[in-house]
């Protein structure tokens, strides 16, 4: 088995793995950001019809330990997410009229919710 491979339904995605499977936000982003419109767009328009059944798969398969496959689609599942907001509402890579992207960081492993004395760097 490749370090590709998806779930059986999913496998004409396999194509996209490699490049687009990205396993955090910070890589998500910076993906978006710096790929072309065109290819932003070739992605979405390949994973777009399939992204209900995307959920729907992932959904019927327990969160805790997924298998290397399930992993790689919700990965993959995420960056989609990621390049929609692009296609979709920014017409670009980047949120448009925002501060650069390069001014925000991501807490990685989080919940979002972050106490204020962590994002002001004091110790607890």
Known sequence: MSDTSLPKPFRDLEKFVSEWALATEVERSQKRISSPMEVLV??????????????SHLNGVPA???????QRLLDLGLTF????NAVERFGQPDVPDSLDASRFFAIEGTSGLVPNEVLRGERT
């Open 81 to 84: 997410v990621e390049v929609s």
């Open 64 to 70: 805790e330990g997924l298998p290397a496959e399930e």
């Open 42 to 55: 070739e992605f979405y328009e390949a994973v777009h019809p399939r992204f209900a059944e995307i959920m």
